[in-house]
């Protein structure tokens, strides 16, 4: 079983539709990354978390440390939102080094 | 934000030929740098961890001879794929933090798409 887990690994929606994609991870964390990885490949990070919420425009990522536990959701999705979206956790024991989930696929259709 | 280059972005090579790349930090001092690999439909995987001034870390499995980090500056770090073989075809991307990599989030480049043939 990997330590960070991503669902659904495929994700297909209709313009405007509110998404959610989760991230359950199963050890200890100093802090969880959500990334945003375009076909071309580029990664963008979108969030760094260590508790409770943030909200950045159309986006908003939300962690429960004691559920072990994170969502990101996207707002009126749009096309251009189709994208890989990672959750990556630096272990508390790794120092700083991410450890990955598998990714999610998001197809937003207009 | 942060930006973070990769040149080139792509490269294709002769077998057994060594390819350079180069990770810089356009607009602050990276004191940690990260090296990651990744193959189709995979997730990134760590290869090293680069701090300057000193030798990388590299992840159990990477051959340290075969991928030569170097982070000569708080700018600029370099991947040498030596002595290339198709199986080192993957996408190379690689991410700087300006605070020690602890407690900041993690700038990634656009990635290196490497073809050896």
């Known amino acids: 079983k990997n330590e960070v887990e991503q669902s659904p690994q495929n994700l297909t929606a209709q313009e405007g539709e509110f998404i959610t994609i989760n991230c359950s991870y199963s050890?200890?964390?100093?802090?969880l990354h959500w990334l945003q990885q375009h076909p071309g490949g580029g990664i963008v990070s979108l969030f760094m978390?260590?508790?409770g919420k943030k909200k950045h425009g159309r986006l908003i990522a939300t962690i429960n440390i004691q559920e072990k536990h994170s969502s990101l959701h996207i707002t009126a999705s749009h096309p251009r939102d189709s994208a890989v979206y990672i959750c990556?956790?630096?272990?508390?024991?790794?120092?700083?080094?991410?450890?990955f989930g598998e990714g999610t696929q998001l197809t937003v259709n207009p | 934000g942060a930006v973070v280059s990769q040149h080139p972005s792509w490269v294709i090579c002769k077998s057994g030929t060594s390819v350079k790349i180069e990770c810089r930090s356009l607009?602050?001092?990276?004191?940690?740098m990260f090296w990651y690999r990744q193959f189709p439909k995979q997730s990134l995987m760590l290869m090293a961890t680069?701090?300057?001034?000193?030798?990388?870390?590299?992840e159990q499995g990477v051959e340290k001879d075969k991928f030569l980090i170097n982070h000569a500056s708080l700018t600029l770090s370099t991947l040498t794929v030596t002595s290339a073989h198709p199986e080192d075809s993957s996408f190379y991307i690689c991410?700087?933090?300006?605070?020690?990599?602890?407690?900041?989030?993690?700038?990634f480049g656009p990635g290196t798409r490497l073809l050896v043939l």
């Open positions: 991410s700087a933090s300006d605070a020690g990599g602890y407690q900041e989030t993690q700038y």
């Open positions: 050890v200890g964390i100093s802090a």
């Open positions: 978390l260590s508790s």
């Open positions: 990556a956790v630096r272990k508390e024991t790794s120092g700083s080094r991410l450890t």
């Open positions: 607009d602050f001092q990276a004191t940690t």
């Open positions: 680069s701090n300057e001034g000193s030798k990388a870390t590299y």
